[in-house]
């Protein structure tokens, strides 16, 4: 059964009563893993989305173990939701050294799996990077400036990224992440958002939530309205039709705004109630190739993926 679709009319409605927050399960770096496997398979990408898989699984290695006990500042966390900001604010963190404990650990996991070659020698060349080298690629990956950063180092800065705030986003007291006023950046980070999902369980039913590309917190917006000019005519959508799924029942689709150009993938988990943000997002790059051929532009990012772009 479809889940039901709820009108944007009805959304608005009862926004006060819909729940603003979902957060992504303890071990979603796991579960990701899980599901680049299960799409690598006959996917021309296949070897990518395995090594991305590999990513993902000494993220969660890092991440039920550890490497540091870094608490949150109770004060800074206090101070950021009586002035509505992000309580985790990257711009904070990234310039203190918290997060490069976690890169460290990662790295130090995937040295000793990998074989020499390309991957090897990004892992060695972020790890001997200098602190202030690092930050800068950090602060610069966060924000979209990807031409400023070596390319091939790219998956492993955005992978240390996430689970550092991961970690943290696990500490933070209950009621600290709330509705920040900027449905494009995330409340709980402020990083933008990756992509879209329409959740299709519960009180959840029906409703889009966007998902960060750092934290991966999800946070409710109205159905079609794009997400970055708050425009609600002539969007369109995108997909490809296969033998299992209509183009109209695709599980992905891309959400496209002639006002400003721009689109974002939705992931519909009543068509594959299994699928995930993240590895949909890098299962479906054809789409994005699709897009820019139809003259619409990507604004949302991925941290294992190096665009090209900024």
Same mark, same amino acid.
């Given at each position: 059964?479809?889940?039901?679709?709820?009108?944007?009319?009805?959304?608005?409605?009862?926004?006060?009563?819909?729940?603003?927050?979902? +957060? &992504? *399960?303890?071990?979603?770096?796991? /579960?990701?893993? @899980?599901?680049?496997?299960?799409?690598?398979? !006959?996917?021309? #990408?296949?070897?990518?989305?395995?090594?991305?898989?590999?990513?993902?699984?000494?993220?969660?290695?890092?991440?039920?173990?550890?490497?540091?006990?870094?608490?949150?500042?109770?004060?800074?966390?206090?101070?950021?939701?009586?002035?509505? +900001? &992000? *309580?985790?604010?990257?711009?904070? /963190?990234?310039? @203190?050294?918290?997060?490069?404990?976690?890169? !460290?650990?990662? #790295?130090?996991?995937?040295?000793?799996?990998?074989?020499?070659?390309?991957?090897?020698?990004?892992?060695?060349?972020?790890?001997?990077?200098?602190?202030?080298?690092?930050?800068?690629?950090?602060?610069?990956?966060?924000?979209?400036?990807?031409?400023?950063?070596?390319?091939?180092?790219?998956?492993?800065?955005?992978?240390?990224?996430?689970?550092?705030?991961?970690?943290?986003?696990?500490?933070?007291?209950?009621?600290?992440?709330?509705?920040?006023?900027?449905?494009?950046?995330?409340?709980?980070?402020?990083?933008?958002?990756?992509?879209?999902?329409?959740?299709?369980?519960?009180?959840?039913?029906?409703?889009?939530?966007?998902?960060?590309?750092?934290?991966?917190?999800?946070?409710?917006?109205?159905?079609?309205?794009?997400?970055?000019?708050?425009?609600?005519?002539?969007?369109?959508?995108?997909?490809?039709?296969?033998?299992?799924?209509?183009?109209?029942?695709?599980?992905?689709?891309?959400?496209?705004?002639?006002?400003?150009?721009?689109?974002?993938?939705?992931?519909?988990?009543?068509?594959?109630?299994?699928?995930?943000?993240?590895?949909?997002?890098?299962?479906?790059?054809?789409?994005?190739?699709?897009?820019?051929?139809?003259?619409?532009?990507?604004?949302?990012?991925?941290?294992?993926?190096?665009?090209?772009?900024?």
């Amino acid at each position: 059964m479809s889940a039901q679709v709820l009108e944007p009319e009805q959304i608005a409605v009862s926004a006060t009563s819909l729940p603003y927050l979902h +957060l &992504p *399960p303890e071990r979603l770096f796991a /579960l990701r893993a @899980e599901r680049l496997r299960y799409l690598a398979d !006959d996917h021309p #990408l296949g070897d990518y989305l395995r090594f991305v898989a590999r990513l993902c699984d000494a993220q969660q290695q890092v991440l039920d173990q550890p490497p540091a006990n870094l608490s949150l500042d109770a004060h800074r966390i206090e101070q950021s939701i009586e002035h509505g +900001l &992000p *309580p985790l604010s990257t711009d904070m /963190l990234l310039r @203190e050294d918290g997060w490069l404990v976690f890169l !460290d650990a990662l #790295l130090e996991r995937l040295r000793s799996e990998v074989e020499p070659g390309t991957v090897a020698d990004a892992i060695r060349a972020l790890s001997d990077a200098s602190v202030d080298d690092r930050r800068a690629w950090a602060l610069m990956l966060l924000s979209g400036q990807y031409r400023s950063i070596p390319a091939a180092l790219v998956p492993f800065l955005g992978a240390g990224l996430q689970v550092a705030f991961s970690y943290w986003r696990v500490q933070l007291p209950e009621g600290a992440i709330k509705d920040i006023g900027s449905h494009q950046h995330c409340p709980c980070c402020g990083s933008p958002a990756m992509a879209g999902v329409i959740r299709h369980k519960g009180k959840y039913n029906g409703l889009r939530y966007l998902v960060c590309s750092l934290c991966a917190c999800e946070w409710h917006l109205v159905r079609v309205k794009c997400i970055h000019c708050d425009s609600s005519e002539g969007l369109k959508y995108f997909s490809f039709e296969n033998d299992k799924y209509a183009a109209d029942r695709a599980p992905i689709r891309a959400e496209a705004c002639p006002t400003c150009t721009s689109y974002l993938k939705l992931v519909y988990l009543d068509a594959d109630g299994n699928a995930e943000a993240l590895s949909a997002d890098l299962s479906s790059l054809a789409l994005d190739m699709r897009m820019d051929e139809e003259g619409f532009q990507r604004q949302t990012p991925n941290l294992m993926l190096a665009t090209g772009d900024g």
